[in-house]
């Protein structure tokens, strides 16, 4: 009996001090687990403001309930040959993705940002936000008119 409580005793005491040891090695280490998407999130920063018009000559525009085509290629040609250096449709480049922007911002505010950049990095709080979310990468002034800026803002539309 005493050598089976022995034994016994002395089976818990090797699997308890068994286990797994850890290594601690200097230097860095990658973890291969999937990390979360923080992507998708993209714009989780900069709150979504449809009543914020900016900062600029634009105070009030109203788009029609159709699209202006003739304009709105107008528009992508200017997109096409401004715009895709900094911005792409659909994902995140050195600047916003411009798909569905006006569900973000009002039509005032980016006529305002293609206009008016400058002080609008200067005065917006949106706009300041974004400048902080995208690593401080200004957005240059194109020198628009605000024919060409609002023939963009009807492509934008399209898209």
């Known amino acids: 009996m005493k050598k089976i409580l022995l034994f016994l005793c002395l089976a818990a005491f090797v699997a308890s001090c068994g286990g797994k040891k850890e290594e601690k090695k200097d230097g860095f280490e990658v973890s291969r687990s999937k ?10 920063g900069v709150p979504v403001d449809l009543d914020n018009k900016g900062v600029g000559p634009i105070k009030e525009l109203t788009f029609a309930d159709e699209i202006d085509q003739e304009m709105a290629a107008r528009g992508e ?27 973000r911002r009002s039509p ?18 949106i706009a300041k936000a974004l400048l902080k979310e995208y690593n401080n990468a ?3 002034n194109q020198n628009l008119t605000e024919e060409q800026a609002r023939d963009l803002a009807e492509y934008l539309r399209t898209l």
Request: net charge negative.
């Open 108 to 125: 005032e505010w980016v006529m305002n940002m293609m206009l008016n950049p400058d002080v609008m990095l200067r005065e917006d709080p």
């Open 35 to 44: 990390a979360e998407d923080k992507k998708a999130d993209a714009s989780e």
């Open 138 to 140: 200004i957005m240059l």
């Open 77 to 103: 040609a200017s997109f096409n040959s401004i715009c895709v250096a900094c911005h792409m449709v659909d994902q995140r480049m050195i600047g916003p993705a411009m798909q569905g922007v006006y569900e």
